[in-house]
């Protein structure tokens, strides 16, 4: 399985199928099998960025029902999904809640999600815009892709306390480098935990 990180809590995955997770400001230009969003702020959900990866004929958008208004009008099949539930659109995944606490951003009541996608060679967890919140602990996936920026998502303390709980074998920062956060971040959370930690670089 071939990971690319695309910069902020962007990624294409490549193996049984081609993927996207939250493309935003990308210079990729591909089709994809499907293309997972996992809430409605501009860097996650970001219609001409998802326009880029998206083949009408091809392509499965799966997102919030937030998201999937914003993208409508691409004429590609979307997927509505609400956390804490299966689904298998011609992927298995799971939706696993994502959210803050004790911060404004990303309210539980929003129904935003994390994506633990099976239907792949090894299993992949894209937690989206959260904290370490109980929903995720015990999930064991095979790579988890975490944010370490701090500001509208845990920071690198809060990452290595979320690898504790979610017990993965590989992990990749994201969610720096743009907006919010350094790579000095992931350095940070390499620091802070015993586990395998890959830092990507972000595709030009």
Partial sequence: ??????????????????ISIDPYDITANEK?????ITHA??????????????????????????????????????????????YNPGIKFRT???YNIGKPFHPKANN???????????????CGDTDNIPEMAGLRPDVFLVPVGGTYT???????????AVFPR???PMHYGKIVGTRGDALELQRL?????DILEAEE
């Fill in 154 to 164: 845990m920071d690198a303390k809060g990452a290595a306390a979320a690898i504790e």
């Fill in 41 to 86: 702020h501009y860097d996650h959900c970001s219609p001409e960025d998802i326009a880029r990866l998206a083949d009408p004929g091809k392509t499965v958008i799966i997102a919030t029902p937030d998201c999937a208004e914003k993208v409508a009008a691409l004429g590609v099949r979307t997927v509505e999904v609400k956390p804490g539930r299966e």
């Fill in 32 to 36: 994809m099998d499907f293309i997972f």
């Fill in 112 to 126: 935003w999600v994390g994506y633990l996608i099976n239907g792949l060679e090894q299993s992949v967890y894209h």
């Fill in 96 to 98: 696993i809640p994502a």
């Fill in 170 to 172: 590989r992990v990749i």
């Fill in 193 to 197: 935990t015993g586990f395998a930690v």
């Fill in 1 to 18: 399985m071939k990971i690319r990180f695309l910069g902020h809590a962007g990624f294409i995955i490549e193996d049984r199928f081609k």
